[in-house]
T-cell receptor, first 115, second 114 residues
Framework: DAMVIQNPRYQVTQFGKPVTLSCSQT?????MYWYQQKSSQAPKLLFHYYDKDFNNEADTPDNFQSRRPNTSFCFLDIRSPGLGDAAMYLC??????????????FGPGTRLTVT | AQSVTQLDSHVSVSEGTPVLLRCNYSSSYSPSLFWYVQHPNKGLQLLLK??????LVKGINGFEAEFKKSETSFHLTKPSAHMSDAAEYFCVVSEWRGNEKLTFGTGTRLTIIP
């Protein structure tokens, strides 16, 4: 089945130690997104890629970076995690058809713990 | 600008009774509207979507939603609740003009009473 895969599902990192979260997709979608979701809150968009074009949200901290080396893969790098960065990180994809209803397909998420 | 208001943060129903989760939206353009469900520690799953075709939209697991432009509403319903429906539900709006961003409501936690 075509899907969005996130690895690892659970990640523990130390305060200030860089960490990378991975997302891959077999849907061949143009757009990939990274969201941060804290407990009992809606997902918050960090950034997205439309093909190779990177789009950062205005309030995304500089501590968060992303890479998309090819259509299938996208990475979230947190350069110096703080305790406030502990959250569920969700990757999503969409077709990116202009004028279309571009529903997003979500991966299972990576739960990040910062110690 | 687009926005979504989910009118109830928490809804409790007994198993076998109807479910109603309320959502109002605001959009400057013809919106696309979605309902997503999230079970604990899982990603979001698309339940259904509205895209300016039929105003009554049927989704998975027996859910449906009706788009009412005059009321700017997109309420989610199910005739008979099942224990497996217990989850967080998000109403989401996207504008058709190529904006790739979704605007999420704050979510409604659905609890099913045995």
């Amino acid at each position: 089945d075509a899907m969005v895969i996130q690895n690892p599902r659970y990640q523990v990192t130390q305060f200030g130690k860089p960490v990378t979260l991975s997302c891959s997709q077999t849907l061949n979608h143009n757009v990939m997104y990274w969201y941060q979701q804290k407990s009992s809150q809606a997902p918050k968009l960090l950034f997205h890629y439309y093909d190779k074009d990177f789009n950062n949200e205005a309030d995304t901290p500089d501590n968060f970076q992303s890479r998309r080396p090819n259509t299938s893969f996208c990475f979230l790098d947190i350069r110096s995690p703080g305790l406030g960065d502990a959250a569920m990180y969700l990757c999503a994809t969409s077709r990116g058809i202009l004028g279309g209803a571009n529903e997003q397909y979500f991966g299972p998420g990576t739960r990040l713990t910062v110690t | 600008a687009q926005s979504v208001t989910q009118l109830d943060s928490h809804v409790s129903v007994s198993e076998g009774t109807p479910v109603l989760l309320r959502c109002n939206y605001s959009s400057s353009y013809s919106p696309s509207l979605f309902w997503y469900v999230q079970h604990p520690n899982k990603g979001l799953q698309l339940l259904l979507k509205y895209t300016s075709a039929a105003t009554l939209v049927k989704g998975i697991n027996g859910f449906e939603a009706e788009f009412k432009k005059s009321e700017t509403s997109f309420h989610l319903t199910k005739p008979s609740a099942h224990m497996s429906d217990a989850a967080e539900y998000f109403c989401v709006v996207s504008e058709w003009r190529g904006n790739e961003k979704l605007t999420f409501g704050t979510g409604t936690r659905l609890t099913i009473i045995p």
